[in-house]
């Protein structure tokens, strides 16, 4: 069985602040693909990032960064110095080759001014 | 702006009424897909059309009909549908295969009287 574990809900943070949001997922196969999406109030689903299963190195997008690391089945994203415009719900996403998407609960992120 | 497009951004309607939501792209995805997401949950597949074909249908009941007149359309039929059928409904499109980023439209927010 596929799953994706986001266990955090919601996660309030002053501006300025590094946040976390933390992903965790149970997979058997040896090729997937992970993703994180961000959802702000408007709706739309934004593509962030896409990483394979044979991919462990880190990224960093300007503030962006994440964590890969398949010994312990997670793929977690840092925001750095968190502005209001990051307040969105963060998704984090399983495939292993079909169109079905294993998304996981969501973290709503409320960055405060 | 997003580079999918979905009208109407809101609709309201009668259990009787019969009605479309739209989704149009033209980014070259051959895939496309319509999703339903309720409030504080993650986005639920419905269908997938693949090369205009439809690839996938979760069980979704027969009161919703999607339809994939081109390579760059989408239609989701709505007709007899239940007050718990109120969602956002997400239409998403992405090059073939199950490995790619899937791009989303910002939705249209349906409401059943």
């Known amino acids: 069985a596929q799953k994706v574990t986001q266990a955090q809900t919601e996660i309030s943070v002053v501006e300025k602040e590094d946040v976390t949001l933390d992903c965790v997922y149970e997979?058997?196969?040896?090729?997937?693909?992970l993703f994180w999406y961000k959802q702000p109030p408007s709706g739309e689903l934004v593509f962030l990032i896409r990483?394979?299963?044979?991919?462990?190195q880190n990224e960093i997008s300007g503030r962006y960064s994440w964590n890969f690391q398949k010994s312990t089945s997670s793929f977690n994203f840092t925001i750095t110095a968190s502005q209001v415009v990051d307040s969105a719900v963060y998704f984090c996403a399983l495939s292993s080759g079909t169109y079905k998407y294993i998304f996981g609960t969501g973290t709503r992120l409320k960055v405060l001014a | 702006d997003t580079e999918v497009t979905q009208t109407p951004k809101h609709l309201v309607m009668g259990m009787t009424n019969k009605k479309s939501l739209k989704c149009e792209q033209h980014m070259g995805h051959r895939a496309m897909y319509w999703y339903k997401q309720k409030a504080k949950k993650p986005p639920e597949l419905m269908f997938v059309y693949s090369y205009e074909k439809l690839s996938i249908n979760e069980s979704v009941p027969s009161r919703f009909s999607p339809e994939c007149p081109n390579s760059s359309l989408l239609n989701l039929h709505l007709h007899a549908l239940q007050p718990e059928d109120s969602a956002l409904y997400l239409c998403a499109s992405s090059f073939p295969g199950g490995f790619q980023p899937q791009h989303f439209g910002d939705g249209t927010r349906l409401s059943i009287l």
């Open positions: 997979t058997r196969d040896t090729t997937y693909y």
């Open positions: 990483r394979n299963s044979f991919d462990e």
